[in-house]
């Protein structure tokens, strides 16, 4: 008789934890490394592999860490408001460039425009699993001490970045 109860019992107990998991933003995973110095990396720059790109890019001003591929169409999508943003001079925006072929990002670059003022090439993807890179495209807000105070999942828009990263930004300059 008991065991015949089983699945219920079960099901009314997993109840909640579902409702709280489609109630919550998708677009908002929290992340271990909020608060925390950005992690380590020494990446060749895309565009010219000579060039060293490593953490202290990402130094001594606000700068936002995207990461992003041309196989990504999400990436495609927030391309155009990466290439207004960068317009503006609002902030640096440093790319990291993930599992890509080289010939097929620089193509991108060239075709759809370069936001970014230096990007890593990531080509085994060590460095995205470092920083706990779920899926691009995913940006990082960077203080200038070089710690990670906000993470985004998907594609960047306006909306994003006047909600969840200009704030960060207005606080700081005061």
Avoid at 89 to 106: F, K, M, P, Q, T
Avoid at 127 to 145: C, H, K, M, R, S
Wanted: proline share 7%.
């Amino acid at each position: 008789m008991k065991k015949k109860y089983l699945p219920i019992i079960v099901f009314v107990i997993m109840l909640p934890i579902f409702f709280i998991g489609l109630s919550r933003n998708k677009s908002e995973l929290p992340s271990p490394l909020i608060g925390k110095v950005s992690p380590s990396f020494v990446l060749p720059s895309l565009i010219n592999p000579s060039v060293i790109i490593d953490q202290t890019n990402l130094k001594g001003r606000f700068v936002l860490f995207n990461v992003w591929a041309t196989w990504c169409a999400g990436c495609r999508e927030e391309h155009e408001f990466l290439m207004n943003l960068s317009a503006r001079n609002e902030i640096a925006i440093i790319g990291l460039n993930w599992r890509d072929n080289r010939d097929d990002a620089l193509n991108w670059l060239d075709t759809l425009g370069n936001p970014y003022e230096v990007t890593a090439e990531d080509k085994q993807g060590r460095t995205a699993i470092d920083w706990g890179v779920y899926g691009a495209p995913e940006t990082f807000l960077i203080n200038p001490q070089g710690v990670i105070v906000y993470k985004h999942l998907g594609p960047l828009t306006e909306r994003d970045w006047m909600m969840h990263f200009k704030p960060f930004l207005s606080i700081n300059s005061i």
